[in-house]
Nanobody
């Protein structure tokens, strides 16, 4: 059974940094995709970033986080990271990692494609 566990959220001042982790277990293949999504109160869930956990490690980013966030993976630890720099108040929300076997679809933000979800971790950017 696939399990995804997020960690690393917290309270940070504007301009600060956080690194989120998504520990994955239970995938029967080394070829899967992990996406990061976030949801702020009263807003729809939105895709933040995605990585194809395979030899090519293709990455994808929402325009709102390009240049500030970096997604990466440690295959030995089956963990995907989201390094978030220059955080803004608009980055506040609950961050979820989600996964599914295979390469991500062209529209990697389509959350219905992801069968497996973590419990979420709160990120609050405030002074």
């Amino acid at each position: 059974q696939v399990r995804l566990v997020e960690s690393g959220g917290g309270l940070v001042q504007p301009g600060g940094s956080l690194r989120l982790s998504c520990a994955a277990s239970g995938f029967t293949s080394d070829y899967y995709a992990i996406g990061w999504f976030r949801q702020a109160p009263g807003k729809e869930r939105e895709g933040v970033s995605c990585i194809s956990v395979s030899s090519d490690g293709t990455t994808y980013y929402a325009d709102s986080v390009k240049g500030r966030f970096t997604i990466s993976r440690d295959s030995a630890k089956n963990t995907v990271y989201l390094q978030m720099n220059s955080l803004e108040a608009g980055d506040t929300g609950v961050y979820y990692c989600a996964g599914n076997p295979g390469p991500p679809p062209r529209n990697w933000k389509w959350f219905n494609w992801y069968d497996y979800w973590g419990q979420g971790t709160q990120v609050t950017v405030s002074s």
